[in-house]
């Protein structure tokens, strides 16, 4: 059975950072992508950032290129998002993900668009984080 479980929530102010944890137990994520999908209050989940199992993909949304960074570790059993020079639009519940293929999210990317919510099979309970001004 899938499992992933969020750490690193938390309150910050504006322009500081935070690093969230994502541990991943109970399936094979070798050749599908895991990242972080973000819901703030009154607002749609959103994706944030993917990367690929070997770390070789990696994709941001605009809202946070420059700022948030997506890596692993080399067990392969974690992910990490660190979040820099955070702002108050960053508030939301950030959700861990996994199970995208790699090839739906390249041609989503192709055609203009961002990976969805229904591209990935697995989610974590979600972890806030809160950006005051």
């Known amino acids: 059975q899938v499992q992933l479980v969020e750490s690193g929530g938390g309150s910050v102010q504006a322009g500081g950072s935070l690093r969230l944890a994502c541990a991943a137990s109970?399936?094979?994520?070798?050749?599908?992508?895991m990242g972080w999908f973000r819901q703030a209050p009154r607002k749609e989940r959103e994706f944030v950032t993917g990367?690929?199992?070997?770390?070789?993909?990696?994709y941001y949304d605009d809202s946070v290129k420059g700022r948030f960074t997506v890596s692993r570790d080399s067990a392969k059993t974690m992910v990490y998002l660190q979040m820099n020079n955070l702002k108050p639009d960053d508030t939301a519940v950030y959700y861990c993900?996994?199970?995208?293929?790699?090839?739906?999210?390249?041609?989503?990317?192709?055609?203009?668009?961002?990976?969805?919510?229904?591209?990935?099979?697995?989610w974590g309970q979600g972890t806030q984080v809160t950006v005051s001004s």
């Open positions: 990367l690929t199992w070997s770390g070789d993909f990696k």
């Open positions: 993900v996994a199970g995208a293929r790699l090839s739906d999210i390249v041609d989503a990317i192709a055609a203009g668009g961002r990976p969805e919510q229904y591209d990935f099979n697995y």
């Open positions: 109970g399936g094979n994520f070798r050749g599908y992508l």
